[in-house]
T-cell receptor, first 114, second 115 residues
Framework: ETGVTQSPTHLIKTRGQQVTLRCSSQSGHNTVSWYQQALGQGPQFIFQ???????GRGNFPPRFSGLQFPNYSSELNVNALELDDSALYLC?????????????FGPGTRLTVL | GENVEQHPSTLSVQEGDSAVIKCTYSDSASNYFPWYKQELGKRPQLIID?????GEKKDQRIAVTLNKTAKHFSLHITETQPEDSAVYFC??????????????FGKGTHLIIQP
């Protein structure tokens, strides 16, 4: 059984550009959630995908969008990057179902916007 | 929406002593409360969790207590060791069984174990 993986590890973009981050969920997990973690802060919920549909969204603008694929991997897309988007982006997968709830995090993608 | 407050922001204890971190939540419907440990430059790791139908849960040196009436939950670490030094986050959510739900995190507690 493999854990949650994310790519790339680090990314540098300039303001106004677009970025795509990728996440592979843990084997057997059908739910992926994305979080933004600014330096020195707790993770903030962006949105969640369950069985390929958006299942909940935090307080982030529409320029943050996502996808989930049939194998339950996921992408986070951010358009029109702003300086404040610089952060660690974490995805977490969860098995769902009655025994679910637990979310297991990937190592994150460190995004720097210049 | 849900709001989670966590205290203290920094906690320094002597090796071997106990550490307690406290969190309060605002949404009485929340029913799942995990705790994560995050070492510098690493991913948050789930260390223990509790559901609203349980008042206390233990796993070796770590325990979590939940008071639903007061809407607060606490992490207790006994016999602290140097490897316990990290940032600890509490979180809460309403878990409905149809996939996970977004976690609301506290701001974190930097736990420092003094040798």
């Amino acid at each position: 059984e493999t854990g949650v993986t994310q790519s790339p590890t680090h990314l540098i973009k300039t303001r106004g550009q677009q970025v795509t981050l990728r996440c592979s969920s843990q084997s057997g997990h059908n739910t992926v959630s994305w979080y933004q973690q600014a330096l020195g802060q707790g993770p903030q919920f962006i949105f969640q995908y369950y069985r390929e549909e958006e299942n909940g969204r935090g307080n982030f603008p529409p320029r943050f969008s996502g996808l989930q694929f049939p194998n339950y991997s996921s992408e986070l897309n951010v358009n029109a990057l702003e300086l404040d988007d610089s952060a660690l982006y974490l995805c977490a997968s969860s098995p769902g179902g009655l025994a679910g709830g637990e979310q297991f995090f990937g190592p994150g993608t460190r995004l720097t916007v210049l | 929406g849900e709001n989670v407050e966590q205290h203290p922001s920094t906690l320094s204890v002597q090796e071997g002593d106990s550490a307690v971190i406290k969190c309060t939540y605002s949404d009485s419907a929340s029913n799942y409360f995990p705790w994560y440990k995050q070492e510098l430059g690493k991913r948050p790791q789930l260390i223990i969790d509790i559901r609203s139908n349980v008042g206390e849960k233990k796993d070796q040196r770590i325990a979590v207590t939940l008071n639903k009436t007061a809407k607060h939950f606490s992490l207790h670490i006994t016999e602290t060791q140097p490897e316990d030094s990290a940032v600890y986050f509490c979180a809460s959510t309403l878990y409905s069984g149809g996939g996970a739900d977004g976690l609301t995190f506290g701001k974190g507690t930097h736990l420092i174990i003094q040798p």
